[in-house]
């Protein structure tokens, strides 16, 4: 750097100093600001700790997590951990006070809502969303996430309202199967316009299939009383898919796997009409997608020579 250059950036950051005693006004401002999203928070707790936590955040502490935030404002490390991480608090009923802040305070007839996506750079693979796509940070290709802000402009200001974290299409199965799937480590998303997501595997380990994905859909799609009997109810899916012409026994490969599948059968609480629904249900969705479905009606029939008790049974074709 040239010695006027250098006389310059000194120059500069003189001007950016300026005493603490500046902002003295403004934190009592953001303290009145607080109070409407402090009443909308459920416990009291949360109520109480918003304060604490805000002074944290404006404090001279190099590193803002938790622990050193509750040595500042003197709080035991649990309580302020308990309520950035762990308690339940919804934030549907803060943007309802933003919202209505912002139409008191902003609101005009001619006043528009903007929406602009924007991009977060991201190294791994685990975060939900994450593919290599445009990455308007770095102006190309890369991986990332994106998500869609909602801001509301008028003449006096403009705020921002909302976002929401935009998900590729490939990659909503839906939101009942990311219990059931998960993304190998260190696996990147190929980033090919249209193609289809083959880079989930089952949680815990797994090799992926072609119906994978498939048999995935459809369990997160069945109401079934458990989480444990969707997995279950995948697992058959991909089992058959592959192997649609063996029994039980033969397509599960170790009778701990059938007894599994029989279990599974027999539970009272797994219907037969919520199976079908879900099957229907997933057809039908992928039938949007096309221009054009052959509705095929096929007809096929079941020998059962030893069976004589039942009254519907009867022969069929040459009379065997």
Known sequence: MTPAWAQRQEELLR????????????????GDFVVPYQHALETEAGQRNVHLYLQGLLSHLPHKNA??????????????????????????????VLVGQVVEQLGEPDG?????????????????GVKRQ?????????????????????????????????????????????ELWERPKGQVVDNKKGAADNNWIPRGGGSMHPHTLWAARVAAGTV?????????LAG????????????IPQAAGRWGQAKGMYRFLANPRVQPAALQQGLTSDT????LDQSTVLVV??????????????????PIGSGN
């Not at 058959?236 to 898919?241: K, N, S, V, Y």
């Open 15 to 30: 001007d950016c100093i300026v005493s603490p005693d500046v902002f003295t006004h403004i934190v009592d401002r953001l």
């Open 67 to 96: 622990e050193d935030i509750a040595t500042f404002v003197d709080v035991e490390r649990l309580v302020m951990q308990a309520f950035i991480g762990t308690a339940p608090w919804d934030h549907r009923p803060l943007i309802q």
């Open 112 to 128: 528009i809502i903007a929406f602009d996506p924007s991009s977060f750079p991201k190294r791994g693979t685990h975060s939900v």
């Open 134 to 178: 445009w990455c308007g940070h770095r102006g190309k290709v890369d991986n990332c996430q994106v998500g869609v802000y909602m801001g509301y402009v008028s003449r006096h200001d403009h705020a921002l309202l909302d976002f929401r974290l935009s998900l590729p299409q490939e990659l909503t199965i839906t939101h009942n199967s990311r």
């Open 224 to 232: 079934l009383p458990d989480k444990r009997l969707a997995a279950r």
């Open 236 to 247: 058959i899916l991909e089992t058959f898919a592959e192997r649609p012409s063996d029994a």
């Open 284 to 287: 039908a969705r992928q039938c």
């Open 297 to 314: 009606q096929d007809t096929t029939s079941l020998h059962l020579t030893g069976c004589r008790v039942l009254p519907e049974l009867g």
